[in-house]
């Protein structure tokens, strides 16, 4: 019989769970969050916007299909959405030990091993989901019996710092030159450019791109708080004031509305899941999106030459925004979702379509 090193999860109210390892052995603290994809698990634990979290599968049993082959088509990883592990840690209820799909390449808990990032299971997740939609997305750590460790809060500090690109990277040749400020963008992101004629350059997130030759500038998800990227914001000014088109992507919703003089917030639960709906603000027509982000963009302080564009349907947070007369749009939600879903990736067509006016 395998045998599995036994490890607990703690949450700052005191609440504990018992489990048993089957990532690295190594203690950690973070923010604990819930995700309720039934597949897509590579993706998710790539995803940079998970930076300095614990996440929680809803969906049972993980690890069955095992991890795909590291293949990069354009310069980017192709069944990633970085070039490594951004979670802080993995929780779920059961952990499929054998493996079993054309494209794997290693198990899951290889993975973790390799990336040092523990995976506990045989946690009751139901009960742990329950805890968090009550009382919010809250700190915690998965800790070992030689190891005990204190509580982390991670949005204390500057993860988009962590998260984002080092140095400025080119992909493509396509027809349309597109800056994409790298707050923790998904690959993902990337291939849609590409995929629409673009040249994608790529910079860090505090990277004055002012001596570049660009027809748009796209701003990219990320993890953490909003306001402590201010010389982000300041670059997205100046784009504005240059009437250059824009579009953003999650965190890339939140800077430019405080780029536009807006004001954002931190959200009691956050959205982390891939059943969203949204409305399309001023029609009836509603889109199921994925999302991953703890802040918000607060309506209410936006500056009377803006306007909404989407609003969740649950809680009627801000889904988006747009420049009523200028060619600036961002949406709080992923239109690149991958493992999907993909409804509203037609507005990478119409940052495309803006740019094309743009330049004519």
Not at 271 to 296: D, E, M, W
Request: one cysteine or more; proline letters at 4%.
């Amino acid at each position: 019989m395998l045998k599995v090193k036994q490890a607990k999860l703690t949450l700052e109210d005191g609440t504990v769970f018992e489990g048993k390892s089957f990532g690295s052995e190594t203690s950690v603290a973070g923010e604990v969050v819930f995700y309720t994809a039934m597949t897509g698990y590579p993706e998710s634990l790539t995803d940079p916007s998970y930076t300095g979290q614990i996440l929680v599968s809803t969906y049972p049993m993980i690890g069955n299909y095992g991890v795909p082959f590291n293949k990069k088509e354009n310069g980017i990883h192709k069944y990633y959405e970085s070039d490594k592990l951004h979670i802080t840690g993995l929780i779920v209820s059961d952990y499929s030990f054998e493996f079993s799909h054309w494209n794997a390449e290693k198990s899951l808990s290889d993975w973790l091993k390799e990336s040092e990032v523990p995976g506990i299971f045989d946690i009751d997740t139901r009960a742990l989901t329950k805890i968090l939609r009550v009382k919010g997305s809250m700190l915690g750590k998965i800790e070992f019996e030689e190891e005990t460790i204190d509580f982390y809060d991670p949005n204390k500090e500057n993860l988009v710092a962590v998260a984002s690109c080092k140095e400025k990277e080119v992909y493509g040749d396509g027809e349309h030159k597109v800056v994409l400020i790298d707050c923790g963008v998904k690959n993902n992101i990337i291939r849609c450019l590409l995929n629409r004629n673009a040249t994608v350059i790529r910079v860090p997130w505090d990277y004055d791109f002012s001596n570049e030759e660009y027809d748009g500038v796209f701003i990219s998800n990320g993890p953490g708080d909003p306001a402590m990227c201010d010389i982000t914001t300041k670059h997205v000014k100046s784009v504005i004031d240059e009437e250059k088109p824009i579009m953003g992507i999650c965190l890339g919703n939140q800077l430019l509305a405080r780029a536009a003089g807006a004001e954002t917030y931190k959200l009691k639960f956050g959205h982390r899941s891939h059943n969203q709906p949204v409305l399309l603000n001023g029609t009836n027509k509603c889109y199921i999106t994925s999302q991953n982000h703890g802040f918000a963009v607060e309506t209410g302080t936006l500056h009377e030459d803006w306007e909404p564009m989407f609003t969740n349907v649950n809680d009627e947070t801000n889904e988006g925004i747009r420049h009523k007369t200028k060619p600036f749009f961002s949406t709080q939600f992923h239109p690149e979702a991958s493992s999907g879903p993909t409804d509203t990736e037609f507005l990478f067509d119409d940052f495309i379509k803006s740019i094309e006016e743009y330049k004519k």
